[in-house]
């Protein structure tokens, strides 16, 4: 990649459409919306909503901004445009949760019930976009895998009672499934923390994730799960030890891989086993891994936004785990078929 000139980012270089939330969904002039990449507690919202209706938060001691969910995503979105030139860019897929209510100083003494509109503030202190690159793309054991950038932002992770200091923010690069709009995150296109206190910082570390991104190993390890076939023993004994996983003794879990699904989640991917339309167990009741993780990566929607990331790359690992354990590898998830 050619070394790329340091810009300053601002909100306004996000494709911005005349858009409105009704019933759960962005409604633009005659697009389609697309299945949500992340539910839970989230709701959509536009980025035109985002930019002029949230109020932006300060640090309580020095009353400096902090950078904005709309700052992020500009500076994100630029990164890719830019590494990314010849390709279709998708405009940003937002959702929000853990809205933060205010009022305007002038309306301290009024009750709630009360206020006028514009005499009430609100942000939002939970964030997560998906942008989409559909241009790049793979099929993947039937399914089409479009090239994805997805960030997450909390300002609960920042500490906004203290003075400006760098802000954490998470940022992946992988695939959306097609089919279902599930993300496919491996460890290796994903980072955790990234700190940054201004968009360039932000627009910096995007390019360095897109530039190292192995996208061919990860598409290579997707692959190898279709190879592989549960029985319906096998499938059950995996959920059971899931299950006991979050409840055995430190000692024996410190053995053990990390793994991040919870109950709920295992119950949800219990019942598509038999129900969902594209995952589901076959004619001859047998799951192929692919499927298996697909089940994963399907209940980690239902993940608040903050810890979204974090289960869907722990869902690839633990698939690819459990495969290595199939093939009688060396792997310490062993555990989980035994």
Known sequence: MEE???TMVHPSYLPIVATEVVDNQT?????TTPSPFIEANSIPITLESLMTDCVIP???KD???VLSHSQFIG???QAIRDYYRSEQIDEPQVRVSHIIRGRI???INKKSSELLPHEMTQYYERMAFCINVPSIYKDVNGNRLNLSVVGIKSYGRDNLN??????KFSLAVGFQNTVCCNQCIWTDGYRDEIRAISPSEIYQHSLHLLDTYDMAKHI????SLGDLYLSETQFALILGKMRLYNYLPAKIQREIPQMLITDSMVNNVARQYYRDPNFSVDDNGELSMWDFYNLLTGACKGSYIDTFLAREANALTTSLGIAQGLRNEDSGYSWFIS
Do not use: H, M, V, W
């Not at 409604?27 to 697009?31: K, L, Y």
């Open 220 to 223: 290579y390890l997707l692959k």
């Open 162 to 167: 203290g003075r400006l200091t760098a802000q």
């Open 63 to 65: 009353n400096e901004a």
């Open 105 to 107: 100083p002038e309306a």
């Open 4 to 6: 790329q000139t340091t």
């Open 58 to 60: 300060n640090f309580a």
């Open 27 to 31: 409604i633009g002039d005659d697009s």
């Open 75 to 77: 500076a994100t979105y």
